[in-house]
């Protein structure tokens, strides 16, 4: 990416980072600071591109030559959005909602500059489910944290355990579509 603007992520989350800075992406980091609620009649993917647009836009105000990256990454299943666990038994339900099923996971992205139009977009992967076991999902837990991961996991630390097979950009269910972000970043800087 040339740097004529700098990339500014609105985000804290260390799997977008390691994704940026993986695809050699130069970039700062300022999280932004917004609540994250759904909208009653919101689809999926409008709570998706709402949140992302709203977490670029309120960065942008303070860096007005920069590009600002929102994101935002969500698990959809059974006309359900799985945010974040609250506890361990909320982790746990929600693999067991998951066991044997196929799910999405949307990302809603944003790129903008301060007083000008963003582009807004999401992605969707497929993702599906083994059949998991108590046990398993118990021996997931004592190898990751699933308190800070949408859906309470994450498929780049021993997925494997859990995931039969995606459709769809592996990156995106990490929590950024970095092939897609990488193409749009070409686009807005000719």
């Known amino acids: 990416m040339k740097n004529n603007h700098q990339l500014i992520l609105a985000s804290a989350s260390p799997r977008r980072k390691a994704l940026l800075r993986?695809?050699?992406?130069?970039?700062?980091?300022?999280?932004?600071?917004?609540?994250?609620?759904?909208?009653?009649?919101?689809?999926?993917?409008?709570?998706?591109?709402?949140?992302?647009?709203?977490?670029?836009?309120?960065?942008?105000?303070?860096?007005?030559d920069s590009i600002i990256l929102g994101a935002d990454t969500v698990v959809f299943f059974d006309q359900k959005i799985f945010g974040k666990p609250k506890?361990?038994?909320?982790?746990?339900?929600?693999?067991?909602?998951?066991?044997g099923n196929t799910h999405q996971v949307l990302t809603g992205l944003s790129l903008a500059r301060y007083k000008k139009q963003s582009t807004c977009w999401y992605s969707v992967t497929e993702v599906t489910f083994n059949k998991l076991s108590d046990e398993t999902i118990k021996a997931y837990f004592e190898l990751v944290n699933p308190l800070d991961k949408a859906g309470a996991y994450a498929i780049q630390e021993h997925g494997k355990m859990l995931v039969k097979s995606i459709n769809g950009l592996f990156s995106n269910v990490i929590g950024l579509p970095i092939e897609e972000l990488q193409l749009k970043l070409k686009e807005i800087q000719n």
Not at 87 to 99: G, I, K, N, Q, T
């Open 22 to 64: 993986d695809a050699g992406i130069s970039f700062i980091c300022h999280p932004a600071e917004i609540v994250e609620t759904i909208l009653a009649d919101e689809s999926v993917e409008q709570h998706v591109m709402r949140l992302a647009k709203e977490k670029a836009e309120s960065v942008a105000q303070l860096y007005p």
């Open 87 to 99: 506890d361990l038994p909320a982790a746990s339900e929600m693999l067991l909602s998951l066991s």
